[in-house]
């Protein structure tokens, strides 16, 4: 029993201590882009600023949002550039307790996870947000003028931000489910129309209301799908001949 609770406590320290570490690169990478906040801010806002009509801009309807937007942007951002460290912690942790094949095997996994992160980041900025803001803006309604809140833009974005970083980590899950047993290549390929239409209505459910965004958030997670579908047929095979070798 005391062995068993000195290891409970040697765990939980470490626990501890791991999540203070990452807690302290999210802070140090904060501290190193507050000083470009209202620049980091502004890049953000270009693609909507470029689909404004002229002599149109942004407004702040809250008396602190000049000040804070920029900031909560910041920390997010930095979440973002420490999601490596933050998941080499994690890795840390865990890593102790994994056999050498399921080391080999999320290892990888970490790393894809993080890119594909990242790019359904740079996605959403440089292929979606250039061709949904326009549709947006060319949208008239008499008496109403076109202008956004800084605040509202800034939460708008930061979620079409975290639907298009999740989406992209299909691959990841599915690979994860084609190792672990739970279904396998060929049973997910039988299935290809009922993901087809699954992810139209994510695409519907996590973007705005318009067609642009929602295809665009749609084909590329049927596209992701079927590149998780064949790595996760791939890693099938391995496992099954390394079962087959064990046995042997």
Known sequence: MSESHSSLISHLIELRSRILKALLSVMLVFLGLAYFAQDLYHLLATPLLDAMPENSQMIATDVAAPFFAPFKLTLVL???????????????FVAPGLYRNEKRMIAPLLIASTLLFYAGIAFAYYVV????????????????????????????????????????????AVVLMCWTGITNAKKLREKRPYVIVGVFVVGMLLTPPDVISQTMLAIPMWLLFEFGVLVGGLYQRESEQEENQEVS
């Open 129 to 172: 947000f250039p061709l949904a803001f326009p549709f947006f803006a060319g949208i008239e309604l008499e008496g109403v003028a076109f202008t956004t809140d800084i605040s509202s833009y800034l939460n708008f974005v930061l979620k079409l931000f975290f639907a298009f970083g999740l989406s992209f980590e299909i691959p990841v």
């Open 78 to 92: 930095s979440f973002f550039l420490a999601i490596p460290f933050v998941l080499y912690q994690i890795w840390g």
